[in-house]
């Protein structure tokens, strides 16, 4: 099945730093890669996702960029700020009957200081 | 437009007591997906229904777990019985046909089995 490898565990940043979190994969049939955000008593959220046949993707302060050939992928966060601190999961999925199935990687818990 | 709604949110019961977890889609969402997520880690899924049909339980250790999602909306999660290792919070997601890629995760319900 997918693994999925994702670091650094821990990111410490100053305010108005930017944050890069790497993930790699290993099953090639992987095509659609969400990120999320998850705050402390919630539920994952996506911020940004990007699919197979994209390199990179932008949405203002965040982006994320695709290498398939060395299956990896990686979420970048621009001027961060105090409530971009949160713990962030990567994805990697499958299509299987109709919907994508993610495999998580173990997540990034993103601290922002003032 | 309302999220997923988990209920409830928090519970604690004894080893070797029953527990379940209820969950209700974002309306209109016909996949429905129940996840475990271990403290420190990325959610890992259990089960996913495509209506009321269970098209992937592979990882649902089936001895004493089970689930249900009689008529395609709300669903039901049961451990009997609940083991010291099952502590983790439960989580449960949906989405559309439209959007089948996009998972939307409901708050969780965290469970503690003493």
């Known amino acids: 099945g997918e693994n999925v490898e994702q670091h650094p565990s821990t990111l410490s940043v100053q305010e108005g730093d930017s944050a890069v979190i790497k993930c790699t994969y290993s099953?090639?049939?992987?095509?659609?890669f969400p990120w999320y955000k998850q705050e402390l008593g919630k539920g994952p959220q996506l911020i940004i996702d990007i699919r197979s046949n994209v390199g990179e993707k932008k949405d203002q302060r965040i982006a994320v960029t695709l290498n398939k050939t060395a299956k990896h992928f990686s979420l970048h966060i621009t001027e961060t700020q105090p409530e971009d601190s949160a713990v962030y999961f990567c994805?990697?999925?499958?299509?299987?009957?109709?919907?994508?199935?993610?495999?998580f990687g173990r997540g990034t818990s993103l601290i922002v200081h003032p | 437009e309302a999220g997923v709604v988990q209920s409830p949110r928090y519970k604690i019961i004894e080893k070797k007591q029953p527990v379940a977890f209820w969950c209700n889609p974002i309306?209109?969402?016909?996949?429905l997906y129940w996840y475990r997520q271990n403290l420190g880690q990325g959610p890992e899924l259990l089960i996913r229904y495509e209506n009321e049909e269970a098209v992937d339980d592979s990882q649902l250790p089936k001895d004493r777990f089970s689930a249900e999602r009689l008529k395609g909306v709300d669903s039901t999660l049961k451990i009997q019985p609940a083991e010291l290792g099952d502590s983790a919070v439960y989580l449960c997601?949906?989405?559309?046909?439209?959007?089948?890629?996009?998972?939307?995760f409901g708050p969780g319900t965290r469970l503690l089995v003493l």
């Open positions: 309306s209109g969402h016909n996949t």
């Open positions: 994805a990697a999925s499958i299509l299987s009957g109709g919907s994508y199935i993610p495999t």
């Open positions: 997601a949906s989405s559309s046909l439209g959007l089948q890629e996009t998972q939307y």
């Open positions: 099953d090639s049939a992987s095509n659609y």
